[in-house]
């Protein structure tokens, strides 16, 4: 063997030691997600070489999709009733689902104490619009309306009320100033330990159904060790410092 | 009956913008088309490129500089409260808005080519006939342009009916005011009501459909005028 061709060889054995450990995973992820994902992705990426691809969405809008043959190897929803509905149609790897996340809802305006710490902006009720997330497809805006109904307030307020198409929506009409206020994800309006600005009410948790985030690897990623590698680590303890301090409970 | 009244409401709320938005842009649109048409002005093409920016800019573009103008911290926001109007977004008066500008192109530019087509020749023999701007207008180019005016109504009407993203980023979706066909559908197909979204769905494949039959079957019998 000459020298050029043992050079070739060593290349060749070098890209396929490179492709057997650096895999390629593709994920769905609900949009409030948006943030915690891009922090998460990028620190696996570091640490293990592998590659994650995103694609960001609404929860039901990625179903459809996954219903209809998209790509993805895993599946972060804003909800658990999606990714049920997909482990009962035989949608994913056996026994891969798992909450990954609990939202929280909040109260919240960007004008600093428009929004009192114990939500009684909403009695005296002298806003004009109020943001919620569509309560038909949105966890978060399901939640929003189960708190209205628990404050008795849900008559009082209905021809106030601005659906956003999803959480980010919501988000963006109060943040815009078009609504006073909303109810966003604690996400949104949520870094280090704290609100980022404005003003808002934590929304105790009895109040409305826990906002469970459930993730599924889907059966295109089922053989996909990349796949696992990314599961076992939103699993881990990096992960949860990340998902927590981003307003969610682990 | 598969259409359940929210469906019911949204239909008949997608026809009322689509008439009414389209009668403004014809009032709107057919100024600015005879100007276009016969301006010799530098401006004409900077004005032209303003009407043409719907055709290339994505619905979001125009439905997040709509919503951050119209809202209480934007221009036209402030304008509408100091005239005590509150503010557009969330409001049918909104959408109106948000689609007039949406569908501009679609009004002006048949118009355009309409008014552009008839030339100079019939207005000079017009005016030898001591007839005045006002009079040659309505005698005169009105009834040449008359397949130009079909054309921009139907087009007008037609993309406002499929109207979608702007909808979306303006409308806070409330139901009757401003919950469109398009918004509709969007939210059966994301709560994964299959069913319903195929009937308005199909629907609006149907509407469209005869829509661009009546205009390409129009255009066959009268030629000359786009």
Redesign the interface.
Known sequence: MNNLSRLFVALGAGLLACSAQAAEVTIAVAANFTAPIKEIAEAFEKETGHKVVTSLGPTGGLYTQIKNGAPFEIFLAADDSTPAKLESEGEIAPGSRFTYAIGKLVLWSPQEGYVDEQGEVLQKNDFKHLSIANPKTAPYGLAATQVLDRLGLSESVRAKLVEGGNITQAYQFVATGNAELGFVALSQVYKDGKITGGSAWMVPDDMYEPIRQDAVILKKGADNPAAQALVDYLKGPQAAKVITAYGYEN | MPLSSHDLAAIRLTLELASLTTLLLLLIGTPIAWWLARTRSRLKGPVGAVVALPLVLPPTVLGFYL??T????GPVGQFTQSLGL??L??TFAGLVVGSVFYSMPFVVQPLQNAFEAIGERPLEVAATLRAGPWDTFFSVVLPLARPGFVTASILGFAHTVGEFGVV??IG???PGVTRTVS?QI??H????EYAQAHWLAGGMVLFSFFVLLALYSGRRFKPGFN
């Open positions: 919503l951050v119209m809202g209480p911290h509150g503010t977004p969330f979306l980023m806070g979706n409330i918004v969007f939210d197909v994301e709560a994964m």
